[in-house]
């Protein structure tokens, strides 16, 4: 892991093997961990292109699930992870999720005769902006910037406009960083507002509700500054699979028992977490120049060490195969 100040000069790199060798950080390109998630299933299993309208529940329990093309589906069990913006979670009554004061760029960076950079992480740290960027694959690099803004600002979807618009917040940058957003195919370019919602017991909805529960960000939105989301919405997977698989397989616990046990072991996990990304996100997009030259000069450079600051991605999943789902 290589971490660069704005003009290229680097402050500090880690190497997991001197630092922690319990930790690596893995890049995975999304299209390919849901392809391969979704291989492991009957082909009929999935319905793509199947939105979600509107949600009401029958006199028997069950729920109706009315799709926007039309279709209607009765469900035994609703398992909602359909994301930030989550009708499932909306109409369980959660909160919109909360606009935390910046916004990213994204896309991936795709070099066909092989990309020319080192398997590491890299970041970059400017004032109020930062990037990073890291291969996911011999011929595809992931990058990212994210910046301050008061606002979340218009929707924009015109690739061009995207780039411009990434390029010219890092335009004295080093070079390697231009040259991804160049080589990043329309598709793959985006700029998302970040969110989150924090979770307060007694305040916020439960993660179930009857036969119903939340998975992901459709239940706890945080924003990306630790790198969690995705790997926390595949830990309530493993974790909510299983106390489905002992209710509906073996003890006599009910599949609401279930949701509920799920919700209360996987609380604890994610809403420090949620707080944690959010604060760790207000200290990387400081703007302040003194700060900024403390957090270069002395921070980075002399008092981080990776072992802590990579302590949040410890979770334990347990052998998958030792359960009978
Ligand atoms: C800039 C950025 C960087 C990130 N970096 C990382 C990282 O390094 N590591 C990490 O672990 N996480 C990262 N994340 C977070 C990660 O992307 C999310 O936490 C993760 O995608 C959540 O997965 P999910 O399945 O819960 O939701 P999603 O991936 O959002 O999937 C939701 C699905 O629901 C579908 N859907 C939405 N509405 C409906 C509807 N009405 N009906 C039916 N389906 C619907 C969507 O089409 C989508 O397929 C990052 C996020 C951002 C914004």
């Known amino acids: 892991m290589v971490v660069k100040s704005e003009d290229g000069r680097e402050l500090r790199s880690f190497r997991f093997k001197d630092e922690d060798e319990s930790q690596e950080v893995r890049a995975v390109e999304r299209r390919i961990l849901l392809e391969t998630l979704a291989n492991q299933l009957p082909t009929e299993a999935v319905h ?12 028997n329990g069950e729920t109706l699930l009315k799709l926007k093309d039309g279709n209607q589906l009765l469900a035994k069990i609703v398992i909602g992870c359909d994301g930030i913006r989550s009708p499932v979670a909306k ?9 935390v004061g910046h916004c990213a760029f994204r896309g991936l960076g795709v070099y066909s005769n092989g990309h020319p950079f080192e398997p590491r992480v890299n970041y970059v740290y400017g004032r109020g902006l930062r990037a990073g960027y890291v291969p996911v694959s011999p011929t595809k690099v992931y990058w990212f910037i994210c910046f301050n803004s008061p606002s979340p600002g218009p929707k924009i979807t ?6 411009k618009q990434a390029k010219e917040l890092i335009r004295n940058w080093p070079s390697e960083l231009l040259n991804l957003i160049d080589l990043s195919p329309d598709e793959t370019v985006s700029k998302t507002p970040l969110v989150d919602r924090w979770l307060w017991p007694a305040i916020s909805p439960s993660a179930s509700t009857g036969r119903i529960v939340l998975v992901g960000d ?16 595949l830990e309530d997977s493993v974790v909510l699979a299983r106390k489905l698989a002992n209710a509906i397989n073996s003890e006599p616990a009910s599949i609401e028992d279930a949701f ?11 809403f420090p977490l949620t707080i944690r990304a959010n604060l760790v996100g207000s200290l990387l997009q400081w703007e302040d120049p003194i700060v900024c030259s403390v957090r270069n000069n002395i921070i980075i450079p002399k008092l981080v060490r990776l072992g802590p600051i990579m302590e949040h991605t410890n979770f334990d999943c347990e052998s998958l195969m030792k359960t009978n789902f």
């Open 91 to 99: 109409w369980m009554g959660f909160s919109e999720p909360k606009y």
């Open 48 to 59: 793509f292109s199947s939105g979600l309208e509107k949600i009401e529940t029958s006199e």
């Open 158 to 163: 015109n690739p061009s406009e995207l780039r």
């Open 218 to 233: 459709a239940w706890h939105p945080m924003t990306p500054n630790l790198g969690q989301g995705a790997c926390c919405a």
């Open 260 to 270: 509920r046990s799920y919700g209360s072991e996987r609380w604890p996990r994610i």
